[in-house]
């Protein structure tokens, strides 16, 4: 069966620090998608990024990077220079091949950036 | 943003009452997903569809039903509600295998 673990359940940061996020995986197919979602105080979910099992090739979008390591069998979320606008809830997930598309979540890490 | 809407928003219910929350999209997408969110748990799924009339169970179905008659449209029933069911409920939807997943805004649900 899979499963997401999300060690860290909150986080506080004081604005500009970096700040990784944690996601430890497990599943027993070889082809999987991991993603991240954020959830704002407004309690939206907001997809980031997808990743295959196929692509390890690490991610930057601007302040947001993603580091996906399946030796390790994790996919962690770094923030660059902390904003107060990045205070939200943050989901990483898994699916796996066949599955119709449902996703594993991790119970998320609450992520605090104070002024 | 993906065209999925979720009614009601909000819904306060008696325990032992029926509830329908509908999740509505425009996007034409195969897949429809049903799922809870409680403090503690992140999101668990209830039920998903992978077609008109076409669903299966998730992780936490018991005390749940749900219909899909059409495309565009995915109902969620509580056939007697129990305050255990108290929660946010999300709808979403995804349209190939493995893609990503988008959420409707959630429904809050209080059971009293």
């Known amino acids: 069966a899979q499963k997401v673990t999300q060690a860290q359940t909150e986080i506080s940061v004081v604005e500009k620090e970096d700040v990784t996020l944690d996601c430890v995986y497990e599943t027993r197919d070889t082809t999987y998608y991991l993603f991240w979602y954020k959830q704002p105080p407004s309690g939206e979910l907001v997809f980031l990024i997808r990743?295959?099992?196929?692509?390890?090739q690490n991610e930057i979008s601007g302040r947001y990077s993603w580091n996906f390591q399946k030796s390790t069998s994790s996919f962690n979320f770094t923030i660059t220079a902390s904003q107060v606008v990045d205070s939200a809830v943050y989901f990483c997930?898994?699916?796996?091949?066949?599955?119709?598309?449902?996703?594993?979540f991790g119970k998320g890490i609450t992520l605090s950036v104070r002024p | 943003d993906a065209g999925i809407t979720q009614s009601p928003r909000h819904k306060v219910t008696e325990t032992g009452t029926p509830v329908t929350l509908r999740c509505h999209q425009t996007?034409?997408?195969?897949?429809m997903y049903w799922y809870r969110q409680d403090p503690g748990h992140g999101l668990r799924l209830i039920h998903y569809s992978y077609g008109v009339k076409d669903t299966d169970k998730g992780e936490v179905s018991d005390g749940y039903s749900v219909s899909r008659s059409k495309t565009e449209d995915f109902l969620l029933t509580l056939e007697s509600a129990t305050s255990s069911q108290t929660s946010v409920y999300f709808c979403?939807?995804?349209?190939?295998?493995?893609?990503?997943?988008?959420f409707g805004q959630g429904t809050r649900l209080t059971v009293v």
């Open positions: 996007e034409n997408h195969r897949y």
């Open positions: 990743r295959n099992s196929f692509d390890e």
């Open positions: 979403a939807i995804s349209n190939l295998g493995g893609s990503e997943a988008f």
């Open positions: 997930a898994l699916s796996e091949s066949g599955a119709n598309s449902k996703l594993t």
